[in-house]
């Protein structure tokens, strides 16, 4: 499987927009938490997470090829056939399925929507949110709204109910906090 590193080379690569790259790392800080939730591998869905937008600047104009060009990217790389499918599913090419792609198309909006969430504080810090105020923001719908409330909700599909599942994203990007500037 690819390692880590190289994904990230990949990654950066690709990836122009720093945002984007951040939006990557938490993606993939939550992936490896709900790995461990569910004594999965925790390399593999991590991985799943780093990629997951890989084609993003080449498809952000062309939406109906996103996922499908980083499959194209990634064709000689050494990325297992799961990990490309939790990439098409998280992009609306396949339905999730698996526990893997559930989760990746739960927490491809949660990500943007606890960012959101740290940016409003006067602070500007995750470390001052809980889930309390993660849960009143997701019911105003005016707030994040690029944050599917629908696809966050997914992670009922996972047996997690939308606190645990926002608190387990929550501490996962806390503990990549600097890494992503909040």
């Known amino acids: 499987m690819i390692s880590r590193e190289n ?5 950066k690569k690709h990836v ?6 951040k939006h990557c790392l938490a993606t993939e800080a939550v992936m490896r938490a709900l790995a461990r939730e ?4 925790e390399e593999k869905w991590g991985i799943a997470g780093l990629l997951h937008d890989l084609d993003y600047d080449y498809t952000k104009d062309n939406p109906d090829e996103h996922g499908l060009k980083t499959l194209e990217i990634l064709k000689e790389e050494d990325v ?5 499918n939790a990439i098409l599913a998280h992009c609306g090419k396949k339905e999730p399925e698996t526990l893997m792609e559930k989760a990746l198309y739960a927490v491809d909006p949660v990500t943007g929507f606890i960012v959101a969430a740290a940016l409003i504080r006067p602070e500007k810090k995750l470390e001052v949110l809980d889930v309390d ?14 944050a599917s409330r629908e696809q966050i909700r997914s992670c009922e599909k996972l047996g997690l109910s939308l606190e645990r599942f926002l608190g387990i994203s929550l501490e996962a990007m806390k503990s990549i906090a600097s890494d992503l500037g909040l």
């Open 80 to 84: 297992p056939e799961d990990v490309l």
């Open 7 to 11: 994904a990230f080379a990949l990654l």
């Open 16 to 21: 122009r927009t720093k945002n984007l790259i």
């Open 133 to 146: 105020f993660l849960m009143r923001r997701f019911k105003e719908k005016a707030f994040a709204r690029g």
């Open 38 to 41: 569910f004594n999965e591998d």
